[in-house]
DNA sequence: TGCAGTGTTGCTTC
DNA sequence: CGAAGCAACACTGC
């Protein structure tokens, strides 16, 4: 599941890879449902409208917000990604054959070429392939300008690894949602951007708070360490290339690290690695998702 | 075989 | 308006 991480991860090797590089063709076998509601390319006359804004263009370069890939074209337009649970982009050499598209190259890892649905082919002979077991991602294009403004990112909140981005503000942010689990607020895109179910997981089991506090309860003194943490869990993310519990490669198809080292995500039933806890990983359903933490020593606000 | 589990986000409903 | 719940998907694992 991509959280920032994993997102920050694929946006600054695509952005090596293919800034300056031109997009030749786009193929996808999006489009044959009519999405409610659609401004992107599963919406059949916005994919035609697409292709159309996207071919030949020149990528200026690739960044991101929250959880979205931004591919910034010299057309003043962006090609925004959001790669939701299963979806990840992939660069190498792809070939159609059989009805799917396949990667020539053999360093190429990624077992999911099966369930590319988009490709982007650049002009140096490579291509950029969205890869989505499930079909969930969004892929849009918006003008550049109106982009921070868009019904896309208008209302997600600071950046959490901005140095900019204070303790202050962190706390703010979660406090606006005084009774809400806590976890379940740091989850929210508006309140701080990318951080998901992994992550929220482990920053709350490092600070030894339970996924169930409400936030107004929860005194300033933890604040102030659940902001640190929050910020060296996520850069610890990227630093390991990203997570791939699930699906996630990052665009030369290779798996990220950061599962070998979780100390509450999916360890139910096993022993709390914490110094001196004696408890145990338990999972709890939370708005149709699991929260893992420990019994003992994650308390209650 | 069948169904629960997996999880982000937007839309609908209360 | 805030919050809860579900839909959009498709595969894996038990």
């Known amino acids: 599941m991509p959280e920032l991480p994993e997102v920050h991860t694929t946006a600054t090797i695509l952005n090596k890879l293919i800034a300056g590089k031109k997009i030749i063709d786009v193929w996808t076998d999006y489009g044959g449902s009519i999405h409610k509601g659609a401004d992107h390319i599963k919406d059949p006359a916005f994919l035609k409208n697409f292709k159309k804004i996207v071919t030949d263009t020149k990528i200026q370069r690739v960044h991101r917000r929250g959880k979205n890939v931004l591919i910034e074209l010299d057309n003043s337009h962006t090609i925004l990604v959001h790669m939701k649970m299963t979806g990840h982009l992939l660069y190498g050499s792809y070939k159609y ?9 053999q360093d190429l890892q990624d077992p999911f070429n099966r369930f590319v649905h988009l490709v982007f082919t650049l002009d140096n002979g490579k291509s950029v392939a969205l ?7 969004k892929v849009t294009h918006i003008p550049t300008e109106l982009l921070e403004t868009s019904s896309h990112l208008s209302y997600h909140g600071p950046e959490p690894l901005d140095d900019t981005y204070t303790a202050k503000d962190f706390q703010e942010a979660l406090q606006s949602k005084p009774k809400l689990p806590i976890k379940r607020v740091m989850m929210m895109p508006e309140i701080v951007s990318g951080i998901g179910n992994i992550y929220s997981d482990e920053i709350l089991w490092a600070v030894d708070v339970h996924p169930l506090s409400k936030p107004k309860n929860i005194p300033d003194t933890v604040y102030k360490k659940m902001y640190t943490v929050m910020k060296e869990i996520l850069s610890k993310g990227i630093d390991f290339g990203g997570d791939s519990t699930s699906d996630y490669r990052n665009p030369y ?3 990220g690290k950061f599962q070998y080292h979780h100390m509450a995500y999916r360890r139910t039933g096993q022993k709390c690695e914490k110094k001196g806890c004696t408890g145990t990983i338990h999972r709890i359903a939370m708005n149709n998702r699991g929260a893992h933490f420990c019994n003992v020593h994650q308390k209650v606000y």
């Not at 054959?97 to 190259?105: I, L, M, P, R």
């Not at 890869?131 to 991602?137: I, L, P, S």
């Open 131 to 137: 890869c989505d077991v499930r079909k969930f991602a």
């Open 97 to 105: 054959a059989k009805g799917v598209w396949q990667a020539k190259e």
């Open 253 to 255: 198809g290779v798996a």
